[in-house]
């Protein structure tokens, strides 16, 4: 069982930054492949933000493309994501995920608000 810890949300005006972590309870580099931040807004559906893989390949949905950055620190279990410029269109609920090695399975964080005012 893996458990996702995801902080760092919260309610900024538009132009502004945040940056969400995801913190990891097990040891990132052995056990998870790729890892991401997936987001869902109020009658949406969730949708891929920002996936990193183990050895540091990142693909953004087009919309954050430029503005946001996905990284992670295998050393302290946690991924991240830098959000610069936010938009009141960026307003969410964001979940980390995490994909383990060899088909082991899949985790999902709980979630953290984001909210960008105009």
């Known amino acids: 069982q893996v458990q996702l810890v995801e902080s760092g949300g919260g309610l900024v005006q538009a132009g502004g930054s945040l940056r969400l972590s995801c913190s990891a309870s097990?040891?990132?580099?052995?056990?998870?492949?790729?890892m991401g931040w997936y987001r869902q807004a109020p009658g949406k559906q969730r949708e891929l933000v920002a996936v990193i893989t183990r050895a540091g390949n990142t693909n953004y949905v087009d919309s954050v493309e430029g503005r946001f950055t996905i990284s992670r620190d295998n050393a302290k279990n946690t991924l991240y994501l830098q959000m610069n410029g936010l938009k009141p269109d960026d307003t969410a609920v964001y979940y980390c995920?995490?994909?383990?090695?060899?088909?082991?399975?899949?985790?999902w964080g709980q979630g953290t608000q984001v909210t960008v005012s105009a």
């Open positions: 097990v040891d990132m580099f052995t056990v998870i492949n790729r």
């Open positions: 995920y995490a994909d383990l090695f060899y088909g082991a399975g899949n985790f």
